[in-house]
């Protein structure tokens, strides 16, 4: 059998379909780690086990038994806990976000200059390395901080990486022996063929995180005369602060055509949010919002990137066409051409559309069925 441990979160429904689709009833159990018993995110309650968000008092049987594979999507302090009480003949599948390991490297170059001018102001960051935090995170969550706990995470057999890339360079920071297994989210409507129209809005960045260095974005766009729309209704500890940061910032350079988006999205308005863009702008170094990034390549949106990244550099080598902001600045605002729109759609059908993500689940199923 193989145990997902999940939170509530927007892409969970489509898992559980995906693997129920590839495998006979009952192969998968699906734990959903909440404190409210009402799911904001997931539909299909039936299929899932509900458990506390806390190491306190948690039932590991509900979690081990009958157990072969177990797949982490995305680690946190609750999974590294249940992780250091598996029985030896469990294997474990983490599949990575993003910030469950970039949080934790040493070195920290996530950050272009106005970005991280503010951020070393930011008294959260020093607050999470001290031995104060420390302490407090071992009562909270009965584990060390992840740094700690890497004799723990060596526990892991394999590794998911949103971009290939990704997995030399986590591997090497943490010196995991873990190997590597193929697998992305299914993003809905990659397989849909239908040309959309699209508006004339900048969207930038995805969240309220420093990640997405919005006021380095802000200063290379400042003379754009279009509306720049900008998410963001999460982030981090302490996102709100930040928020604020970059709302004034965005208003000050752009006036009446900066629209902060502060509030929840569901998917269907998100996506028309989407339509009304020609571009979109990602400017972070390290890997993130590949969902968005490649919903947006799919639709027909130029997409500009961070010349630093990962992600700049695979989707350059696969052939997607995609742009260095700082490079090709005078690019936004620009509708892609109809054959750039055609070999960017062909391409994430390619790697994330519904045959792509079948053939790497069934890949998962018959790695458990093989232990």
Known sequence: MIVHLFEDEKFVDDVINNFDNESVNGFNRYIIFSNSKQLKHVSLTKKVVLLPKSSFGLDLDIIYKDCQLMVIHYLTPLKIYILKKKPPNVKVLWVIWGSDVYDFFYNQDFFEPLTQKIRNSNGYQQLRFSRLYKLYHLLKYKVNTFRDELETLNKIHFISTVLPYEFKIIIKEFNFSAKYIEYNYFVDKFDDTSSVSLGKSILAG??????????????????????????????????????????????????????????????????????????????????????????????????????????????????????????????????????????????????????????????????????
């Open 206 to 371: 995805n969240s309220a995180t420093f990640s997405n260095n919005h006021l380095d974005i802000f200063e290379i766009i400042k003379n754009n005369s279009t509306n720049v729309i900008t998410p963001l209704s999460y982030g981090a500890l302490g996102y709100k602060k930040y928020r604020k940061k970059v709302i004034n910032r965005g208003k000050k350079l752009f006036k009446e055509n900066f629209k902060p988006i502060e509030s929840f999205l569901p998917l269907p308005d998100y996506n028309n949010l989407l339509l009304s863009c020609n571009t979109m702008i990602m400017f972070h170094v390290r890997q993130q919002a590949l969902g968005n990034i490649y919903m947006a390549l799919f639709l027909g949106i130029r997409v500009f990137l961070n010349k630093r990244s990962l992600t700049f550099k695979y989707l350059n080598d696969v052939g997607i066409v995609v742009f260095d902001l700082e490079k090709d600045s005078y690019l936004v605002g620009i509708e892609l051409s109809n054959k750039q729109k055609e070999i960017n759609k062909k391409l994430v059908i390619s790697l994330q559309g519904h045959e792509a993500i079948k053939k790497k689940t069934k890949g998962i199923i018959k790695l458990a069925q093989n232990f």
